[in-house]
């Protein structure tokens, strides 16, 4: 595997369930980032890791909680999600280096909620 | 606070036709610019950037130059191809790393 791995790709749950993503980022990066991509919306920056420390939280609703055991693995643990909450979920990494921050983003995660 | 503005899509064009897609930014000094492309069902690439004014970034024939007179980083191509329709994405750096994103354009080429 190369680059930033995601999964599942796609994911439908209803309101009740928990439920993981899961990114992979074979890079030796140390910073992760999760996303959620809504239609007709910019971007939204949801978490940051940097050395698995979390460095941002933008005001993210506590249904979604991150989990960064290493460098190279990061979830996203899903409970009683709204059907709003419906996206795309991209993970990226990147690595500090001589100024150089450039994000590599995995496929994403076609989250339902029903 | 920094901000990205593009134009709203979608852009259509025929094969072969020339593209400009505008993107202008709101930031606190000189933060380094890029453009992101999106093909679908894919995650995001990044296209090209510049990391300072007057940079010109390039790559597969599209091509953005940093102003930062007009705080613009206009993204161009002089001949699109079928295989370029996607949604493309401008963006900026802020003094925190962080990137800022614009609303993204999906650009459309009929043959």
């Known amino acids: 595997e190369t680059g930033v791995t995601q999964t599942p790709r796609h994911l439908v749950m209803g309101m009740t369930n928990k439920k993981s993503l899961k990114c992979e980022q074979h890079l030796g990066h140390n910073a992760m980032y999760w996303y959620k991509q809504s239609a007709k919306k910019p971007l939204e920056l949801m978490f940051v890791?940097?050395?698995?420390?979390?460095?941002e939280n933008n005001s993210v609703p506590s249904r979604f909680s991150p989990e960064c055991p290493n460098s190279s693995h990061l979830f996203l643990h899903l409970h009683t999600l709204q059907p709003e909450d419906s996206a795309l979920y991209l993970c990226?990494?990147?690595?500090?280096?001589?100024?150089?921050?450039?994000?590599?983003f995995g496929p994403g995660t076609r989250l339902t909620v029903t | 606070g920094d901000s990205v503005t593009q134009m709203e899509g979608p852009v259509t064009l025929s094969e072969e036709a020339f593209l400009t897609i505008n993107c202008t930014y709101t930031?606190?000094?000189?933060?380094?610019l890029f453009w992101y492309v999106q093909y679908p069902g894919e995650g995001l690439q990044l296209l090209l950037k510049a990391t300072k004014a007057d940079d010109k970034g390039s790559n597969k024939g599209f091509e953005a130059t940093y102003r930062k007179e007009t705080t613009s980083f206009h993204l161009e191509k002089g001949s699109v191809q079928v295989s370029d329709s996607a949604v493309y994405f401008c963006a900026l750096m802020d003094s925190n790393y962080q990137l800022i994103w614009g609303a993204g354009t999906k650009l459309i080429i009929k043959p």
């Open positions: 990226a990494s990147s690595q500090a280096r001589d100024g150089d921050y450039e994000q590599y």
């Open positions: 890791y940097n050395f698995k420390e979390q460095t």
């Open positions: 930031a606190t000094g000189y933060p380094s």
